[in-house]
T-cell receptor
Framework: GESVGLHLPTLSVQEGDNSIINCAYS??????FIWYKQESGKGPQFIID?????DKRQGQRVTVLLNKTVKHLSLQIAATQPGDSAVYFC????????????FGKGTMLLVSP | EAGVAQSPRYKIIEKRQSVAFWCNPI?????LYWYQQILGQGPKLLIQ????????DSQLPKDRFSAERLKGVDSTLKIQPAKLEDSAVYLC?????????????FGPGTRLLVL
């Protein structure tokens, strides 16, 4: 598969651990945030989203936390599995009336059995 | 439901040649996006269509890139002439509407290598 991790921040965890991936977003006017997972050779896949009027949202094994004060977003993955190994991107949407997304640089998650 | 389809999956060309990519969005999705993803970076929006009209093409290098969505369904992205720095993955995505909080669904991408 392609090597997308040449200059990406990398998080290495053991199977079963909890993972936390962080993202600093750029625009204080952004009102909608999404986490995407991208496996090697595939397009980004939606994981979870959160609106700016919330500070926490939970999905299946994933939780997103939003701290608007410091423009910080995090993705927590519980009981990380080898299948979670991928590059994770946060994306933000300005309250522009359009669905245009601006993506962050990405973090590679490596899960060891 | 079928996902976003893209073709070709891979393309190798020489600089100054032309290349075209095709995208078929999810059925019923009004909004279609083309992104460029350079190795090690996040996707960057090139152009966004609402039906067959352009919503945002501010980051499209219009001297060499063009895109169309004539019937409001599938779309083509063209590069003419290609440069070495155009080597990237070209991702197509679609969403149901163009409002601010729409989930975008991505295709597998076309991997372009310009030699």
């Amino acid at each position: 598969g392609e090597s997308v991790g040449l200059h990406l921040p990398t998080l290495s965890v053991q199977e079963g651990d909890n993972s936390i991936i962080n993202c600093a977003y750029s625009n204080s006017a952004s009102d909608y945030f999404i986490w995407y997972k991208q496996e090697s050779g595939k397009g980004p896949q939606f994981i979870i989203d959160i609106r700016s009027n919330m500070d926490k949202r939970q999905g299946q094994r994933v939780t997103v936390l939003l701290n608007k004060t410091v423009k910080h977003l995090s993705l927590q993955i519980a009981a990380t599995q080898p299948g979670d190994s991928a590059v994770y991107f946060c994306a933000e949407n300005l309250n522009s009336g359009y669905s245009t997304l601006t993506f962050g640089k990405g973090t590679m998650l490596l899960v060891s059995p | 439901e079928a996902g976003v389809a893209q073709s070709p999956r891979y393309k190798i060309i020489e600089k100054r040649q032309s290349v075209a990519f095709w995208c078929n969005p999810i059925s019923g999705h009004a909004t279609l996006y083309w992104y460029q993803q350079i190795l090690g970076q996040g996707p960057k929006l090139l152009i966004q269509f609402q039906n067959n009209g352009v919503v945002d093409d501010s980051q499209l290098p219009k001297d060499r890139f063009s895109a169309e969505r004539l019937k409001g369904v599938d779309s083509t992205l063209k590069i003419q002439p290609a440069k070495l720095e155009d080597s990237a993955v070209y991702l197509c995505a679609s969403s149901l509407r163009t409002s601010g909080r729409e989930t975008q669904y991505f295709g597998p991408g076309t991997r372009l290598l310009v030699l």
